[in-house]
């Protein structure tokens, strides 16, 4: 199983990025997604997760920090899970992870099978 991430990079406050995550080796569509990240010594955070369920009753959470920030989307044809980041901040300055297959009972549990090695975010 593989989970690769890309799209990180050096912005200004108040600017975007994409993230994206390709994932091989794993039955995509059938799996719950999560971008996790880690700022510099702090905690790991979950910050959004999406559901593996049809598109019709696919459901997106999100941590208090990002809401209303950020997205986070799914193409199960291209085997990918994106996140969209708006009105970024310096605190958002992390490494954003790509995970898969939700073990743990909630979204924050950071209970997940699978991990990518992360893109680096720095927002300055």
């Known amino acids: 199983v593989q989970l690769v991430e890309s799209g990180g990079g050096l912005v200004q406050p108040g600017e975007s990025l994409r993230l994206s995550c390709v994932a091989s080796?794993?039955?995509?569509?059938?799996?719950?997604m999560s971008w996790v990240r880690q700022a510099p010594g702090k905690e790991v955070e979950w910050a959004a997760g999406i559901t593996s369920l049809p598109s019709l009753f696919r459901a997106a959470s999100y941590a208090d920090s990002v809401k209303g920030r950020f997205t986070i989307s799914r193409d199960n044809a291209k085997n990918t899970v994106y996140l969209q980041m708006k009105s970024l901040r310096p605190e958002d300055t992390a490494m954003y992870y790509c995970?898969?297959?939700?073990?743990?009972?909630?979204?924050?549990?950071?209970?997940?099978?699978?991990w990518g090695q992360g893109t680096q975010v720095t927002v300055s």
């Open positions: 080796g794993i039955t995509f569509s059938r799996h719950d």
């Open positions: 995970a898969a297959d939700k073990t743990g009972g909630t979204w924050d549990s950071l209970m997940y099978s699978y």
